[in-house]
């Protein structure tokens, strides 16, 4: 009942959308078709042409070029509605945890997804689809001596919770293989209809590929199946299953040709026909699924709704490869799951690996991307720390070159524009982001001699700027301004809170590094020559709270006899209380990795010390930046920071 009140729900929704842009739409020229082809022959002509020549659908212009796998070529991406995209995506087969390989497969469409949405300003719906019924899930569960049901539901919620985990946005529909097999029927008896496909003596169906003529849009591949070429049942080698004949000890569901369930290719045209109907804007997966599955998927959706593309846009990402070369596949045992890789690293360091290099590209996971990465996340980070800390006034700095500033972020905004236009180029904009950074930092980490005015205006826009196009990217620092304006008490408390521990903090050290004749510490020693009368104004504060040492320490004080720095040599009185302060330095210390550890950075900057929050790097990672030291620990020692 749920299934079918969204499916009707998204229906509803796609159909407000084409209704209330059609007559802009062919007003302008863009449409030749009426309101009722989004669920019929689509927006393109269904016109029998040359099947290795791509035509430009009729649509909506978005300005944007993407490289079209079906096309072999970058094509202006064209949308039968104005303002929305309507996507499936190859889903996991759920019988083992989510691996590395997998992530990168759907952080780099998440990213593509949040640029439609967020730099572009278009609607996107995304449907994925979840094989939940396959060999390797009833291999699974007869090794684990539990139901397929049991297997599929468990590794289902695990691949979305590791999914949340990278930041990777829900889509708008699941369906799953199971639940679908009605679909799968009836897109089976049409093809046997429309003698697309064939039954066999056993009860398997399989697609006619010499039938259908337009077979092989994305490559000339033919099948190197070794077995599925000597089945004797099959006309030609290339014809694949479309449902599978019920085998001894398999889960099954009724057919008018026999027990038996659904082949691998059909789901996901099924599943995706009964969302969006005959035609779609994208379809996406791993470059490993381009043939056979992708190729054997349009074809038979083709033949289904008697069209020349079921598809208009195909997407694939690149491989990640092992630093070998061989690329990380559960079937080879060689793969990094995704709550392994979160133990050590965040999920803003693999996002900026997969903004590295373009989406389509193939990458070697190896220590120098994950070493590049880091360094590029903390640099990030700490400029958006700097840049706070100075436009809240803890940090003293420039003066700052605002016109050549100004005009670096505006030519960072149109080289932004055009790398997102070309394919989503992110390469391009890290590396324009990365250029506005360095130069916000030049003058970010001057020293000023004597004070200078401020520069908020300059770098709070770079600042906004910068955080806003990471945004868009998933990739997001916490920010104390946020935490101040938060409608929760207890955000606005921590705040407070905060403020005043780092204020403190910050006095103390000022105090405990403060050397010379203005420290005016006591120290005791044994020489008589050196007792003074007690100092009457020994309460006296400064305008900054701290307590001022008395000029004149007592005479006596039990036992002991005190006297002032000013008696000493300068090389002593500074020895002295430098000795005296070390605890204080060290409890200083100790607080800011303390504070580090529950995800609070405290930076130390002159005579002021500011805060910022960490984010989701693990407990583990920020022991690691320690020395995998623990500062809860009694005999902890920590390293003072410059």
């Known amino acids: 009942m749920l299934d079918k009140l969204c499916r009707h729900s998204l229906r509803n929704l796609l159909w407000v959308y084409h209704n209330r842009n059609f007559q802009l739409m062919r007003t302008f020229g863009q449409v030749s078709v009426g309101p009722h082809a989004l669920y ?19 649509g909506w212009d978005t300005g944007i070029q993407v490289y079209n796998s079906i096309a072999h070529k970058k094509v202006p991406f064209i949308l039968r509605n104005r303002r929305l995209v309507t996507w499936y995506m190859c889903g996991p087969t759920v019988y083992d945890e989510s691996h590395i390989g997998h992530a990168w497969c759907y952080i780099q469409f998440d990213i593509i997804r949040r640029i439609l949405e967020d730099f572009f300003n278009i609607d996107v719906v995304t449907v994925i689809g979840i094989t939940d019924i396959d060999d390797k899930i009833i291999t699974r569960a007869r090794e684990s001596n539990v139901t397929i049901e049991h297997i599929t539901k468990f590794y289902e919620q695990e691949f979305f919770h590791d999914m949340e985990n990278l930041k990777v946005k829900p889509p708008s529909v699941i369906t799953r293989v199971t639940q679908h ?4 029927l009836e897109f089976c008896q049409k093809l046997i209809d429309n003698g697309s496909a064939y039954v066999t003596k056993s009860g398997t169906v399989y697609f006619d590929v010499k039938k259908f003529g337009n077979y092989g849009k994305f490559s000339s591949i033919e099948s190197n199946d070794d077995q599925e070429t000597r089945n004797v049942e099959k ?5 694949f299953t479309l449902w599978k004949a019920y085998k001894a000890g398999e889960p099954w569901w009724s057919s008018p040709w026999g027990k038996g369930r659904p082949g691998w290719h059909i789901e996901c045209s099924a599943m995706a026909s009964h969302i969006f109907g005959s035609n779609l804007d994208v379809h996406s997966g791993g470059k490993d699924l381009v043939f056979p599955h992708h190729e054997n998927e349009e074809a038979q959706s083709e033949a289904f709704h008697d069209t020349c593309l079921w598809a208009n846009y195909w997407l694939h990402t690149g491989h990640l490869y092992l630093k070998d070369g061989v690329k990380m596949s559960k079937s080879l045992k060689n793969t990094v799951s995704v709550k392994e890789f ?4 965040t999920a803003n360091e693999f996002r900026i690996c997969c903004l590295i290099l373009p989406y389509s590209h193939d990458i070697a996971y190896t220590d120098n991307l994950l070493e590049e990465a880091k360094a590029t996340n903390k640099k990030l980070m700490s ?9 809240d006034g803890h940090l003293s700095a420039g003066p700052f070159n605002e016109p050549l500033l100004l005009k670096c972020l505006s030519e960072t905004r149109k080289e932004v524009k055009e790398a997102l236009e070309d394919d989503f180029n992110t390469t391009k904009v890290l590396n324009s982001i990365l250029n506005l950074v360095s130069e916000t930092n030049k003058d970010l980490q001057k020293v000023p001699k004597s004070p200078v005015p401020c520069s908020a205006g300059a770098v709070g826009a770079c600042l906004s700027y910068v955080t806003k196009t990471l945004k868009i990217f998933g990739v997001e620092y916490p920010s104390k301004k946020a935490c101040i304006t938060s409608k929760g008490h207890d955000t606005g408390t921590l705040v407070r809170v905060m403020d005043s521990l780092v204020k403190f903090r910050s006095q103390v050290r000022v105090y405990a590094l403060t050397m010379g004749p203005s420290a005016q510490a006591q120290y005791q020693i044994d020489d008589p020559k050196h007792k003074l009368e007690q100092d009457k104004e020994a309460s006296q504060t400064t305008s900054e709270g701290l307590p001022v040492p008395p000029i004149q320490p007592p005479l006596h004080k039990g036992d002991i006899t005190w006297t002032t720095t000013s008696s000493l040599d300068p090389k002593e009185r ?3 209380q430098k000795k005296e302060r070390e605890p204080l330095v060290k409890a200083c210390d100790v607080i800011r990795d303390e504070l580090y550890i529950a995800g609070i950075q405290v930076k130390d900057r002159g005579r002021d010390s500011s805060w910022s929050l960490l984010g989701n790097n693990s407990i583990r990672a920020r022991r690691t930046n320690l020395g995998n030291y623990d500062p809860f620990e009694p ?6 920071k410059k």
């Open 383 to 391: 400029f958006t720390a700097d840049a706070e800390a100075y436009l």
């Open 235 to 239: 006309r030609n080698s290339q014809d």
């Open 342 to 345: 979160l133990e050590d690293n």
């Open 181 to 184: 097999v009605p679909r799968v």
């Open 40 to 58: 019929s022959k689509g927006s393109h002509s269904t016109e029998k042409r040359n099947p290795w020549e791509w035509q430009q659908p009729e």
């Open 635 to 640: 005999e902890y020692q920590p390293k003072p």
């Open 574 to 576: 500074q020895k002295l």
